[in-house]
């Protein structure tokens, strides 16, 4: 897609646009040394387990630094060519442990306004959720419990944490493992900005279900809709049985009787151990879950797993073979893997194998977005990947604005950072406010703009806006025809948070973005 730029909101401006093309699965020279970053906090194990992006390119990774006393939830944040941060806590790097022996750092989330929310596991009375607030600079965040971090629980027992997100409007979800004598092992809980319980959501701010009914055994992954229901993906069933299984929830945490069968849809991919790790959503409403399904009984070897499920929880016949993926790639994969979308419906899957001789290498997939392996991604739609010559581990991947991949995880006894280049055409259009030459109006926006753009031929475009963590805010139109010329879109930006924003006009070809503010 060649799209030439005359105006950007709804007036003038001076726009400078790069096209970005690499070679899909090669690693980007121009991060850490040779695409690799390694980083040894603790001296002892170092894991990197989930990251996000801020809209300046830098990339903020959590996980936890075993030493020698005690284990703390670790935060990192990287420059966009891969040096540490000085400016964020003690050399690029904070390191919590909750007043406690013992803490675990396990998701991460970005607000609007900067501010940065972690959650894994805290020692109190047993293991509980453990939830912190970081301002910017990494610092704790005061007005969050009153301290900046809170240990809590959704019951009498231990818990665990697997996802936690922030919605649009600031309250805190955080979902995870939860066991009661009275309660199935799943929970979810919403807080408040200020770390206080919701009371609208649940009982007291928590969904759990009884034991006797619990559907989910063990979740995993959760995500967002746009309309602001909350999906829980995991596994169900016995161990060594497991299913897929996904729940979804009302905005006030009540079963969303619309999905599957009572809000619940379960599946059953290779009649022995299925295991999810991710959960995203489409723009057009449909349901990614990624993860690995047993092929043997054990020791177990895994194929990495996608499924598709339509917006009301019916698989998607249009995606692999009635919906599902199941990909065995030769080698024994372990069973994490995590997915991500790229702006052209494209999937990007990364895993970690075992060899014969025992070495764990990462592997990443590509598939199209009709669930088939993408060959123009290292020819044959997988890559496996051995940066740093020690045993590797893959625990989290997103994509970057210009479609780069970014692997979060461990080499040996160190967090891992890795970027590999991507081959897709990316014009990012900035705005040159400091030229003179620049008028933008208005923006920031309170409402609507307009955005203006030229085609030299006819393309099939969709426009969306993204905020801060990578989310589709707002779908302005899908799979529209525009002839060649000039065009004028609306952007409908009401009923949006105050927050930086980025729109995407996309086509199968390639996409342009542009970062707006909204009042």
């Not at 390119?57 to 990192?76: A, C, E, H, K, M």
Request: charged fraction near 15%.
């Amino acid at each position: 897609m060649k799209l030439v730029f005359t105006a950007s909101i709804f007036s003038f401006a001076c726009l400078s646009a790069g096209i970005i093309r690499g070679q899909a699965g090669g690693l980007d020279n121009s991060f850490g040394n040779g695409g690799v970053v390694t980083t040894d906090l603790s001296g002892v194990q170092n894991y990197g387990h989930a990251s996000v992006l801020q809209p300046d390119g830098r990339i903020l990774v959590v996980g936890v630094s075993y030493g020698p006393v005690d284990t703390t939830f670790t935060v990192l944040r990287y420059e966009s060519d891969g040096a540490l941060d000085p400016t964020f806590g003690t050399g690029g790097a904070v390191q919590l442990n909750f007043n406690g022996s013992e803490a675990q750092g396990l998701d991460i989330a970005l607000q609007a306004d900067g501010r940065i929310v972690v959650g894994g596991i805290a020692t109190g009375v047993n293991y509980d959720f453990g939830i912190a607030r970081l301002m910017p600079d990494g610092s704790l965040d005061p007005s969050f419990d009153g301290d900046g971090y809170l240990i809590t629980n959704a019951g009498p027992w231990s818990d665990s944490m697997c996802s936690l997100l922030v919605q649009t409007d600031g309250r805190i979800l955080i979902a995870g493992i939860s066991f009661s004598p009275n309660a199935g092992p799943w929970a979810i809980m919403r807080f408040e900005a200020d770390g206080s319980p919701d009371p609208t959501f649940g009982i007291g701010g928590i969904v759990t279900e009884p034991a006797d009914t619990a559907t989910v055994t063990l979740p995993t992954a959760m995500a967002l809709q746009s309309d602001g229901k909350i999906l829980l993906a995991g596994r169900q069933g016995s161990a060594g049985t497991e299913d897929f299984g996904i729940t979804r929830r009302n905005t006030d945490g009540s079963p969303d009787l619309s999905f599957g069968t009572n809000g619940w849809a379960i599946w059953d991919i290779n009649s022995t151990n299925d295991q999810p790790g991710s959960i995203v959503v489409q723009p057009d409403g449909k349901i990614i879950v990624c993860g690995a399904s047993g092929i043997s009984a054990p020791p177990w070897n895994w194929s990495m797993t996608l499924l598709r499920c339509n917006a009301d929880g019916t698989l998607d016949n249009s995606f692999g073979q009635g919906g599902i993926t199941s990909v065995y790639g030769g080698s024994e994969l372990l069973p994490i893997a995590r997915c991500a979308l790229q702006f052209d419906g494209r999937i990007v899957v990364s895993s970690f194998i075992r060899t014969m001789g025992g070495n764990d290498m990462l592997k990443l997939y590509r598939c199209t977005s009709n669930g088939l392996l993408d060959p123009s991604f290292d020819l044959d739609g997988s890559l496996i990947s051995d940066p740093t010559s020690s045993w590797e581990w893959a625990y989290d991947v997103l994509i970057q604005p210009d479609q780069k991949i970014v692997v979060t995880g461990l080499s040996g006894a160190d967090i891992m950072v890795l970027r590999y280049l991507n081959d897709i055409d990316i014009g990012v259009a900035e705005f040159a406010i400091d030229a003179g030459t620049a008028l933008v109006y208005p923006n920031p926006i309170n409402a609507a703009s307009t955005f203006t753009y030229t085609l030299t031929k006819e393309e099939s475009l969709t426009l969306q806006v993204f905020d801060v963590t990578g989310r589709v805010a707002r779908s302005l139109f899908s799979n529209a025809r525009r002839p060649p010329g000039e065009h004028r879109e609306t952007l409908d930006l009401s009923g949006l948070a105050a927050a930086n924003y980025t729109v995407v006009l996309s086509s199968a070809e390639g996409s342009v973005s542009v970062k707006v503010v909204k009042e």
